[in-house]
């Protein structure tokens, strides 16, 4: 009786520590990149099978917009966008490695870039939120209009009737239930100007927005994911207006469901953001871009924070996804130039460096499960 009881001890013992062990995975370990040109396809789905894969990674968020051949508004694709038999290589590649594809249309804000509109705002101007504010020929921040990127307007009555088709056509085509909406650096919301949006608080827009988009999701069991900085108060923290938000919407943070996404981005300090968004009691993951010791330390404030958490907030403190902002061709360049053992820094920033570091960081933490 005694042995059995001693046993019994071992055996618990074991599973405790082997439950341990599984706690360090991280349950994301991703990446978010532009979706590969046409061209580069073939290219590309080597990539997830020779580089992405064999570090672990499992989730790869594509910054897809209008490079899809969409059906439902042909008139709305970019030039050389993808086709659904292209979009299937994709998702069936993912699908063979374990790799969750979570595609993104950026809405709301990045309606526009530098001195060029956005597909949607060219072909539907009405939705956009400030029509007086002209393109320039030349772009440079600051400028007197505040222009960054253009917005379209959250309360336009035609405009979900169009974007949510194009999300809801994508997914289809990914065969995914998960979708990232951007909805970052908005800085044009809520214009006094704008005939409907004008005067209203901008934390409730902001809030409306996501639940407006996140409710259409969920109807289809489709999870939202966001970019988390208008969620946070960019004066108390001292982040400013990049990276968290100095016009008013971060309120919205306590306005919005809980099952929505957070991607916190940091870039040039580890702000230990995402500890507020698992409190909050969102899912939550950080995202570096180009500074690799940026970006590793992330990965062991990730490790820390699931380690002194309770089962409870571990459990939305999800992992790492490394953000690349140049195009995919581009990624994929600097990992073959990386491999070949050229420089790739420039001033000590690389994406490429970052990705690699990060994710042999999470490896050596144990946050990746064995292959």
């Not at 772009?139 to 007197?144: F, I, Q, T, V």
């Not at 996140?214 to 960019?234: E, F, N, S, V, Y």
Request: glycine share 8%; with cysteine; aromatic share 10%.
């Amino acid at each position: 009786m005694r042995i059995l009881i001693v046993l019994g001890y071992l055996l618990a013992g074991w599973f405790t520590r082997a439950a341990d062990s599984s706690d360090k995975v991280f349950p994301v370990r991703g990446l978010s990149i532009a979706a590969p040109s046409a061209k580069q396809l073939d290219r590309f789905l080597r990539c997830i099978e020779e580089e992405f894969a064999p570090r672990g990674l499992n989730t790869l968020i594509l910054r897809v917009d209008y490079h899809f051949q969409y059906e439902s508004h042909p008139e709305l694709r970019a030039e050389g966008a993808l086709s659904r038999s292209q979009v299937k290589q994709l998702a069936d590649a993912c699908r063979s490695r374990g790799i969750r594809i979570v595609p993104q249309i950026n809405l709301l804000g990045h309606q526009s870039w530098a001195s060029q509109l956005g597909n949607l705002l060219k072909v539907y101007p009405d939705f956009d939120e400030t029509p007086w504010v002209t393109m320039p020929e030349k772009y440079a921040w600051p400028n007197a209009d505040g222009l960054y990127c253009k917005s379209y307007c959250p309360l336009h009555p035609k405009v979900h009737a169009v974007v949510f088709a194009l999300v809801d056509e994508l997914c289809d085509a990914f065969e995914t239930d998960a979708f990232h909406a951007g909805m970052d650096e908005v800085f044009y919301i809520g214009e006094a100007r704008c005939p409907r949006c004008g005067g209203k608080d901008k934390a409730e827009l902001f809030a409306g927005e996501l639940k407006k988009i996140r409710d259409h999701l969920a109807a289809k069991k489709r999870t939202l994911w966001i970019w988390g900085d208008r969620l946070i108060d960019g004066k108390t923290t001292g982040i400013g207006e990049w990276e968290a938000s100095l016009n008013q919407t971060h309120p919205a943070v306590d306005l919005i469901p809980k099952d929505i996404v957070i991607c916190d981005w940091h870039y040039e300090r580890a702000d230990p953001t995402a500890a507020m968004f698992a409190l909050k009691g969102f899912p939550v993951v950080t995202c570096p871009w180009n500074r690799p010791e940026v970006g590793v330390r992330q990965v062991r404030d990730m490790m820390e924070l699931r380690e002194n958490s309770t089962r409870e907030v571990r459990g939305r403190l999800r992992g790492v996804v490394q953000t690349v902002w140049s195009g995919a061709e581009t990624f994929m360049n600097g990992l073959a130039a990386h491999r070949r053992g050229e420089e790739v820094a420039k001033g000590g920033k690389s994406d490429v460096v970052c990705f690699v570091k990060v994710f042999d960081e999470m490896k050596a933490l144990g946050a990746v499960a064995n292959q």
